[in-house]
């Protein structure tokens, strides 16, 4: 019998600690390759370490709540078989398995015999979640997995409780939240919302938290202004639309205006550097690599920031396709732990939505971040041989909201200047 030792695996770039946040097996218990082990979290993203041997689990070396190191010992396990290399698979294993959790664990729960724990190609885990969340049988036939043959793994089930927005609420909290003379007629179930004619009262899911404490500390941390600027930007919309279709069938990348936005804003970073840093108390950081994060809205309607880094090492293929890759992984909460991590920048797309303009609020430690809106046609004053004269012109606002502590008026205006004059410059007989 061999003893084959459970470590915390690299979790990313930057990332060296992680907090246990649950075992889910005992000393004694029997596992074989593949069963969910231990949870652990690093600020924004849980990961699930799984075994990579059968043996018997005779030690759990922690405590649910420590804050471990990569290379810790988690928990031991007794084996018979050969583990010469099991540090890289279990590094590999839960490379693979690593994903953002953003569901709220309920307390009190009811019903819980009533779920099927009997279903087929069901792990541990999973039969656990459907348990603790009471999920009824009909609910998880409709589930569609997305493990190996349409198995449903544990990503699968907490976006189907982060969909379904189920939350447990105490009937007496809620009635003392309306007039007396309608908290009578008031008949909850604990496992769902409650919605009224008047009001809905829901719960924020463990995303929507996070997002609120990183808003509120960016405001209390940074004094916000934000400067914009309108920019013509005809002849970038006439060679996007002349160039997308080849960029498609060239590159298999669809070609959107982001990546145009984002080289600009690149190329004025480098010439403005001190757009580029972060303060510590009386010191500020210049970052020399240019990381840009690119806000992105879920499916969930929550926000998250993957980051494109080294954005001034690519061209605008590399751009598209980077940009591409990480929102999709995005949506489909397939992310890494680096890959939202480490941002020096943040650009978020309003335009997207409709938004003419907006005043974001910066992603600390950053200083500053901007904004785009909707790309509209315009009637505009344009001066020609002949004079002055009235064109539909394709507009964009362009909003920059910075730390006052460092960034001055004077120098966001410079910034914004110079992408619009990168913008007004660019090469519309660029090809690929």
Request: net charge negative.
């Amino acid at each position: 019998m061999a003893q084959v030792n459970i470590t915390l695996p690299p979790m990313g770039e930057g990332i060296t600690e992680a907090t246990i946040t649950k075992y889910l097996v005992n000393e004694s218990d029997f596992v074989t390759v593949d069963t969910p082990l231990v949870e652990v979290a690093t600020d924004k993203v849980d990961s699930e370490i799984s075994s990579f041997c059968n043996g018997k689990v005779i030690q759990l070396t922690r405590n649910v709540g420590d804050v471990v190191q990569v290379g810790e010992v988690l928990l031991i396990i007794e084996s018979d078989e050969e583990n010469d290399s099991h540090e890289e698979i279990n590094t590999r294993k839960t490379e693979e398995k690593q994903f953002s959790t953003y569901a709220i664990p309920k307390e009190n729960l009811t019903n819980v015999n009533e779920v099927s724990i009997a279903k087929k190609f069901l792990s541990p885990l999973v039969k656990q979640l459907i348990q603790e969340y009471s999920i009824t049988i009909a609910e998880v036939e409709h589930i569609a997995g997305s493990g190996l043959g349409g198995k449903i793994t544990k990503d699968d089930i907490l976006q189907f409780i982060q969909n379904k927005e189920q939350v447990e609420f105490s009937l007496s909290e809620i009635k003392n939240s309306f007039a007396p003379e309608v908290k009578e007629s008031i008949h909850l179930k604990p496992e769902i919302n409650f919605s009224s004619g008047e009001v809905e009262v829901v719960e924020m899911d463990r995303m929507r938290r996070l997002i609120s404490e990183h808003m509120v500390h960016s405001v209390h941390t940074s004094p916000h202004v934000t400067s914009f600027i309108e920019m013509d930007v005809t002849r970038i919309v006439e060679w996007r639309n002349k160039s997308k279709d080849e960029f498609l069938k060239k590159h298999g990348e669809k070609l959107t205006f982001l990546p145009v936005f984002i080289e600009s804003t690149v190329m004025s970073i480098k010439d403005f550097p001190m757009i580029n840093v972060s303060i510590d108390n009386s010191r500020i950081i210049i970052k020399k690599n240019i990381h840009v994060g690119i806000a992105t809205a879920l499916p969930s309607g929550n926000l998250i920031v993957p980051v494109i880094k080294n954005a001034d090492q690519k061209n605008l293929i590399g751009l598209a396709k980077s940009l591409n890759d990480l929102a999709s992984r995005a949506r489909e909460n397939k992310l890494l732990p680096d890959e939202i991590k480490g941002g020096t920048f943040t650009i978020t797309n309003l335009g997207s939505f409709g938004t003419l303009m907006g005043t974001p609020i910066i992603n600390q430690p950053e200083v500053a971040i901007l904004g785009i809106g909707e790309i509209r046609k315009m009637p505009s004053v344009v001066e020609t041989p002949a004079g002055d004269a009235i064109a539909i012109r394709h507009k964009v606002i362009l909003s920059l909201t910075f730390d006052h502590r460092i960034i001055d008026g004077a120098l966001a205006g410079k910034f914004l200047q110079k992408i619009n004059e990168t913008l007004q410059n660019f090469d519309v007989l660029r090809k690929f």
